[in-house]
């Protein structure tokens, strides 16, 4: 089984008061079946390059949060292909999303992972399974 990371999950283990919840899901047994959407590296180029103008320092700090993205999932970030195009095209006739959202949803649907995100009322009628660490009671 694999989890595909949705950007706030992704985004709330670096910050230092971040969800118990979450930290605890994501270090739990699930390292290897993790997966990063490129558009969620994505998104997170897009908040480094609006903070570097705004807070330089905080940016260069994102980077290299960034940088070790890269190096913890290496093989396991997951571009859009053309078979996620597809399914995206066949969710969104029926189910209209933001077309990041869309294409991380029909990712999650191509691979057959479970979506982890805090967002899970986005994804209702996706036909895609989401967990929310955010809620998980321990």
């Not at 897009?46 to 903070?51: F, I, S």
């Not at 949060?65 to 997951?78: A, P, T």
């Amino acid at each position: 089984m694999g989890y595909l990371l949705d950007t706030n999950v992704v985004s709330e283990v670096r910050k230092r008061n971040g969800s118990s919840h979450v930290k605890d899901w994501i270090g739990g047994a699930h390292g290897p079946t993790l997966y990063l959407s490129s558009l969620t590296v994505g998104e997170i180029r897009c908040g480094v390059e609006r903070r570097r103008h705004s807070d330089p320092a905080q940016a260069t700090i994102l980077e290299r949060w960034l940088h070790g993205l890269h190096r913890q999932f290496s093989d396991r970030i997951v571009p859009v292909t053309s078979e996620v195009t597809e399914e995206w095209g066949r969710l969104n006739a029926v189910r209209p999303l933001p077309t990041a959202d869309g294409l991380i949803a029909a990712t999650a649907r191509v691979n057959g992972w479970t979506l982890v995100s805090r967002n899970v009322k986005d994804f209702e009628g996706t036909g895609v399974s989401v967990v929310n660490p955010f809620e998980l009671l321990h």
